[in-house]
């Protein structure tokens, strides 16, 4: 059973939009990590954020901004004001102890960017 | 630079051979990862290691094998029971605590011949 559901496959927006990206998670634990990659076209995978299960402070970095809802199991990832840098896959994944902390993604959101 | 290399970027497989990716990192971490990724598909566990000489499977460990001799290195081995081997394969590697996030290598993609 997917683990990691990311509903939206592809999104596409114009520049300086805004834009949500939704995750939402399923498990069992109490103590889980989340976390949110970047993929760009080069393939290489980009750390953006982790997040534990205890502590539900959004988060803002820059244009991107995290909101972590242990009530819904979501964790949703919006970029203000987007770039056309910003085109990329983006995956949410979770990490439990009894899985050696490995990584359970979901499928990616493609977003592209357009000028 | 510290970091995980893996190699080489681009390998071929004729039917019936096994091949090994390399995987390397230099970050000092316990645990090392693959993870195999299909078009349009997120990453997929293939198999982990928290320690040297210990690994457990993934997901999707059939027609693969792994070793962990030295903490550096990671190699997997893409065997001929794997039948559908095409894929882009990643391997990362994380300090021991759970939260530490996970370093990718940039990626081996393999593709049959």
């Known amino acids: 059973a997917q683990k990691v559901t990311q509903a939206q496959t592809e999104i596409s927006v114009v520049e300086k939009e805004d834009v949500t990206l939704d995750c939402v998670y399923e498990?069992?634990?109490?103590?889980?990590?989340l976390f949110w990659y970047k993929q760009p076209p080069s393939g290489e995978l980009v750390f953006l954020i982790r997040?534990?299960?205890?502590?539900?402070q959004n988060e803002i970095s820059g244009r991107y901004s995290w909101n972590f809802q242990k009530s819904t199991s979501s964790f949703n990832f919006t970029i203000t004001a987007s770039q056309v840098v910003d085109s990329a896959v983006y995956f949410c994944?979770?990490?439990?102890?009894?899985?050696?902390?490995?990584?359970?993604f979901g499928k990616g959101t493609s977003l592209l960017v357009t000028p | 630079d510290g970091g995980i290399t893996q190699s080489p970027k681009y390998l071929f497989r004729k039917e019936g051979q096994n091949v090994t990716l390399s995987c390397e990192q230099n970050?000092?971490?316990?645990?090392m990862y693959w993870y195999r990724q299909d078009p349009g598909q997120g990453l997929r566990l293939i198999y982990y290691?928290?320690?040297?000489?210990?690994?457990q499977k993934g997901d999707i460990a059939e027609g693969y094998s792994v070793s962990r001799e030295k903490k550096e290195s990671f190699p997997l081995t893409v065997t001929s029971a794997q039948k559908n081997p095409t894929a882009f394969y990643l391997c990362?590697?994380?300090?021991?605590?759970?939260?530490?996030?996970?370093?990718f290598g940039d990626g081996t993609r393999l593709s049959i011949l």
């Open positions: 994944a979770l990490s439990e102890a009894y899985s050696g902390y490995a990584l359970n």
């Open positions: 498990t069992r634990d109490t103590t889980y990590y």
């Open positions: 997040r534990n299960s205890f502590d539900e």
């Open positions: 970050l000092n971490h316990d645990a």
């Open positions: 290691s928290q320690i040297v000489n210990d690994f």
């Open positions: 990362a590697s994380a300090g021991k605590q759970g939260n530490q996030p996970q370093h």
